[in-house]
Structure formats: structure tokens, C-alpha cells
């Protein structure tokens, strides 16, 4: 008896212990208290980042590309001039070079707290073949990841192109639709990666959250028929990624564009962030009283997930209508070619217009393409330069549209 009474009192401890060890991982993450996001100090976050565009979403508008916008057709046309094995290693240095840690540690340095890294499903598992898993995703994941935690950022994961494709547009690297709605295949693909990343990362603490789905279901009519269907994706996500973590917080954007929330019920998980964004529109209370009403009902967290491409005033009176009603932000992109609309910059490439003009043949059939096609070596020497371009050390900041950000440089 004396035995058994010793058991239970050792077993009690165990469990008291592993129940304190748990609380105490538990405070380690990120965490929603009502209209709040919360450190684990629990001082609240403002939220004030930028989005690593175009690094693992290339972007034919900041290649000054017409015609090939996707990172798909991006690639073809970088295929078409070096071929397929020099696109590869123009990739790999690409990767490299666009952001680096002294990129990272530049951000912090300025005053910023986070950032929104953006990402295509296909560094994870070739679109052709489901059951492969691939290293290319979690390397550069792994790498921001660390940098971030080395310079204190917040880091949020986002899925820029998702399988089957969320909008159906360039900037989901999709085929012209939003087949994720019509595909129990490609949404079960995009559960599934969610899961994965969640799996790897679980115990991250420097990462704030999951961002499920860039800009889901554009305002085009023949796609209105998916918004009741948006909600119900999200769950499935959402219950794949919280059979792994239960940890991290999750951010939801509207249908639209991410600028609709009428397609919401009330919070279905207790870690639920809702995402706007907004672009080019008129700055005053009006504009954002929508999220406003639904912040309001539910008590939630709201994130203005994307916005920018825009004048340093209008930059500056959003950022001071957002943080008005304490509402964190997030402005896309960081770095840009030939641009003032963004923090840094790097200049074009002498003689770039050799492959503008290339690029510019989209649609075109083999033969005008053979004809049209530049010198490889002059071409690979126009790359080279754009790689060496866009080095931090050799871009230029945008100082005023830095200001505009209300930025809280470090001390």
C-alpha cells in the first residue's frame, strides 16, 4: 500500500512538472488576447514590417517583364536565353543574393519589428509529382528564419501560390484560374504543406504566424461563385496544421483581393489574426470601418497584411490611419529594380533591355523567338550584373519613403 501511495505521489509530481514544462514552452510563443496581438512578455505588438517580395515569388513587374508575369513564365523566358541548366544556377545565385542577412539586420536596424515572407508551394513538392518532398523551400525558409531570430524580427510565413492556384492570376503562379476551389486534390496539396512547414517549425518561436493564402478569389464575376467555399478551405487548413502546432498563430485574408470579410463567421480557432489589404485607395476612417465593425464584433486582432506601391505622402497617412486604431502593418516589397516605391533599390543592368526586348516576345512562336535571341554570354553577362545589382551594399535607400513608415529605429 505504502508502494502504490509512493507511485501515485511520484506520477502527481511528473505530471505537475511536464504540465509547468508545457505552460512554460506555451509563453514562449506569440499569442491573440483579444483585439490584441501579444508577446510573450505579454506586452502587446504593433506589428510594423515589409514583405520580401520577389525573392521566392519572382514578379514580372519587377523585372520590368510584359507578358511573362509569373514566376513560371519568368523562368521560361530566363530559360529561353541561358537554357535550363543556367537557369537553374541563375535561380540558385538569385536566391543568394536578393536577400541576405545584412538585408535582414538592415531591417531591424531601421525600425522595423517583422516581416512577411512570401513563398511558392512548389520549393516544397514539384507540381507534378504530389508525393515528393523537396529541400529548396525549407533552405531558404530556414535561412530567413535564423537571420530573423538573430536580429530580433518577427517573421510571418506566407503562401504566396498555393496548388491549383487562390486567385488565378500571375501572382499565384497558376494557370489563369482558381482551380484550388474546384480541386479537392489541390486543397487536400495545400493542407498538406501547411502541415509540413507547421511540422518543421512548431517550436519556432520568432515566428509570429502562418499567413494561409495571398489575395484568395479576385473580384473578376466568374469567380464569385467560390466565396462561400473560402471559410471552409481555411478550416481544412487550418485543422492539418494543428494536428502538428498548436502554437502559432493564424492569419485569414478576406475573398477580393483579401479585402472582404463578409464571407467570415465568428473565430473557429483561438489564434486567429484576419488580414487586409489595401492599395490606391482613399486614406480616411471610412476606408477601413469594415474591419473596424468586424474587429469589433468577434474582438479580434486585425493585420493590414499588404499595401504600398504608392506615393511617400499616401504611404504616411495610412500608416497613420492604421496606427490611429492600432491596427499593425505590413508594406510590400522591400527592394525593387529601377524604383522609388520601396525601401531599397538597385539600378538596371546596362544594356537590360536586351532581355526586356526578349521578354517582350511572349506568345511568340519558336521560330521569331530563335531569331530574336541575344548572344548567351552577352546575356548571362546582363545577369550577372542584375545579381551583383542587387546586393544590398549596392543598392540605395529610399529615405523618404523609409520616414514615411513611421519606422522605431534601434537606440
Known amino acids: 500500500m505504502k508502494k502504490l501511495f509512493l507511485y501515485v505521489i511520484i506520477l502527481q509530481f511528473v505530471l505537475l512538472l511536464n504540465c509547468g514544462t508545457e505552460t512554460e514552452r506555451n509563453n514562449q510563443f506569440v499569442r491573440i488576447q483579444g483585439r490584441e496581438i501579444v508577446a510573450p512578455d505579454g506586452e502587446p505588438i504593433l506589428l510594423r514590417g515589409i514583405g520580401l517580395g520577389n ?11 510584359r507578358g511573362a508575369t509569373s514566376p513560371r513564365l519568368i523562368n521560361n523566358v530566363i530559360s529561353e536565353l541561358v537554357g535550363p541548366a543556367g537557369a537553374r544556377k541563375f535561380w540558385e545565385r538569385f536566391r543568394d543574393n536578393y536577400i541576405r542577412r545584412e538585408d535582414i539586420m538592415f531591417l531591424k536596424k531601421i525600425g522595423l519589428n517583422s516581416v512577411r515572407v512570401p513563398f511558392n508551394y512548389r520549393l516544397f513538392t514539384p507540381e507534378e509529382h504530389p508525393e515528393v518532398w523537396i529541400d529548396t523551400g525549407f533552405k531558404m525558409l530556414d535561412r530567413v528564419v535564423g537571420w530573423c531570430r538573430e536580429a530580433g524580427l518577427w517573421v510571418i510565413l506566407d503562401m504566396h501560390c498555393a496548388p491549383g492556384g487562390q486567385t488565378g492570376d500571375n501572382i499565384d503562379d497558376s494557370w489563369g484560374w482558381p482551380w484550388l476551389f474546384e480541386s ?11 502541415r509540413k512547414i507547421a511540422e518543421r517549425y512548431a517550436g ?6 502562418y499567413d494561409l493564402l495571398n489575395e484568395p478569389i479576385p473580384h473578376w464575376d466568374e469567380v464569385q461563385k467560390y466565396n462561400d467555399r473560402l471559410e471552409t478551405v481555411y478550416k481544412q487548413i487550418v485543422a492539418a496544421i494543428r494536428e502538428v ?31 487586409f489589404h489595401k492599395y490606391w485607395s482613399v486614406v480616411n476612417d471610412s476606408s477601413i470601418q469594415e474591419y473596424l465593425d468586424f474587429r469589433d464584433r468577434y474582438n479580434v486582432p486585425l493585420w ?6 504608392n506615393t511617400n505622402a499616401w504611404i504616411d497617412s495610412l500608416t497613420t490611419l492604421l496606427e490611429k486604431y492600432n491596427i499593425g502593418w505590413c508594406y510590400w516589397p522591400y527592394k525593387k529594380m529601377d524604383s522609388d516605391r520601396c525601401i531599397v533599390s538597385f539600378q538596371r543592368p546596362e544594356e ?9 516576345l511572349f506568345g ?3 521560330a521569331a523567338k530563335r531569331k530574336a535571341l541575344p548572344d548567351p554570354v552577352k546575356t ?4 550577372d550584373e542584375f545579381l551583383e545589382n542587387c546586393l544590398l551594399k549596392n543598392c540605395s535607400v529610399n529615405e523618404e519613403y523609409v520616414r514615411a513608415l513611421h519606422p522605431v529605429p534601434e537606440e
Open 245 to 275: 502546432d498548436t502554437n502559432h498563430i493564424i492569419f485569414l485574408g478576406g475573398r477580393r483581393w483579401d479585402n472582404r470579410f463578409d464571407v467570415f463567421g465568428p473565430p473557429f480557432d483561438d489564434k486567429l489574426v484576419y488580414t
Open 380 to 383: 548571362r553577362q546582363i545577369l
Open 364 to 366: 511568340e512562336d519558336f
Open 204 to 209: 519556432e518561436t520568432v515566428i509570429l504566424g
Open 304 to 309: 493590414l497584411g499588404e499595401s504600398g506601391e
Open 352 to 360: 537590360y533591355n536586351v532581355i526586356t526586348d526578349y521578354a517582350g
Open 184 to 194: 479537392p486534390e489541390s486543397r487536400q496539396r495545400t493542407a498538406d504543406v501547411w
Open 55 to 65: 525573392w521566392l515569388v519572382p514578379e514580372g513587374y519587377m523585372f520590368k517583364f
